[in-house]
């Protein structure tokens, strides 16, 4: 069974700066396209960024690009999301995802198979 662990949640002040990981453990990691997600209280769970299995591919949300970054370590099992000059708007529990296939959108979240648990993200203004 895959098992997702983010951390790096917490409170942060608008135009500062987190760095989100997600461990994963179980199958093998680079077999595993990943994505972050957010949901934040009343609202639907959103599409954040995305990154194929060896890394070679990204993609963000219009919201979020040129902001946020997301990477991968496959000798540590592991993916990033960096996230600079953060506002408010960016607040929202964080969840990381996993997928075994390649095709279809990865924006969408029914295209995921494991979640973990997630992390808050508070930006006061």
């Known amino acids: 069974q895959v098992q997702l662990v983010e951390s790096g949640g917490g409170l942060v002040q608008a135009g500062g700066s987190l760095r989100l990981s997600c461990t994963t453990s179980?199958?093998?990691?680079?077999?595993?396209?990943m994505g972050w997600f957010r949901q934040a209280p009343g609202k639907e769970r959103e599409f954040v960024a995305a990154i194929t299995q060896s890394g070679s591919s990204t993609n963000y949300a219009a919201s979020v690009k040129g902001r946020f970054t997301i990477s991968r370590d496959n000798a540590k099992n592991t993916v990033y999301l960096q996230m600079n000059s953060l506002n408010p708007e960016d607040t929202a529990a964080y969840y990381c995802?996993?997928?075994?296939?390649?095709?279809?959108?990865?924006?969408?979240?029914?295209?995921?198979?494991?979640w973990g648990q997630g992390t808050q993200v508070t930006v006061s203004s």
């Open positions: 995802a996993a997928r075994r296939a390649i095709w279809g959108s990865m924006r969408n979240p029914h295209n995921y198979d494991y």
């Open positions: 179980g199958r093998t990691f680079s077999n595993y396209n």
